[in-house]
Structures are given as C-alpha cells and as structure tokens.
C-alpha cells in the first residue's frame, strides 16, 4: 500500500499483530528521515482502507507512535510527525544506515527471520544502555 508515498505493508499470516507492524514501519520511516517533523501521517481511515484493516488497528498504531513522542495527534488537523528530540544529523543517520544494511546482510547470510534480527538489535541496545 503506498499512501502520501509512504509504503506501508502489513502481512496478515506473520506472527506481529497488524498495529505493531504499521508501527513499527512507521517509526522506521521517522527514524530513517523519510517522514519529518511536521510530515503528516494518512488519515485513519483512509490507511485502514488501504490496508484492509479494521480503524481501531490503524488508531492503536498511531497511539503507540504517540505515547513514544513521535508523532502527535489533535482531532481536525490529523497525526503530523512530532520534533525530534536529540535528532541524529545526516551524516550520523547515512552512517547508520549503512551499518544497518551491513547488519542485514549478515542476517540474510546466516538464514535468521527478521523478528531474530529485530531481537538481536534490540538487545544489543538494551545492553549497551546499561553499565
């Protein structure tokens, strides 16, 4: 589905309920620059459409984005990608980018699913965080 140029997808047989994925594709979107400060997300109802979903999901995913600070929501006006706090310059983002496609190849090498890879990138910075 592409929506306002955005590609979102959502895989009804994958183990990842519907929300999670739009959020998740969403915040990688944010994180990666492609949506901006002030970018407006699509409409509930038209990415529930789209999509083949119910609106409640569409709203969960949106929620989610919202309770994490990167997106805010205000009845009228629709969903708008929120300030980035502490933004990662271009330079570091290409960076990482780039460490992140090294990291999927080596993933797509050894065979694991992208939930192992996920798992494996979310605790390396879980233990990186921690002293």
């Known amino acids: 589905m592409t929506a306002g ?7 009804s047989g994958a183990p990842v309920p519907p929300f999670e994925q739009i959020r998740a594709q969403l ?5 990666v620059g492609r949506l901006r400060e002030g970018d407006r997300l699509p409409p509930v109802r038209q990415l529930a459409s789209d999509l083949g979903l119910a609106n ?3 709203v969960r995913a949106y929620r989610e984005l919202e309770s994490a600070g990167l997106v805010h929501s205000r009845r009228g006006s629709g969903t708008r990608v929120a300030a980035a706090v502490g ?10 980018a780039e460490r992140a496609r090294e990291f999927a190849t ?3 090498l050894l065979g694991t699913t992208d939930e192992d ?6 605790h390396a910075l879980a233990t990186a965080r921690t002293p």
């Open 56 to 58: 409640n999901t569409v």
């Open 87 to 96: 933004a990662v310059d271009d330079n570091a983002r290409a960076v990482l």
């Open 27 to 31: 915040a990688d979107l944010i994180s």
């Open 117 to 122: 890879a996920l798992a494996a990138v979310r």
């Open 106 to 108: 080596a993933a797509l």
């Open 5 to 11: 140029g955005l590609s979102i997808r959502v895989d």
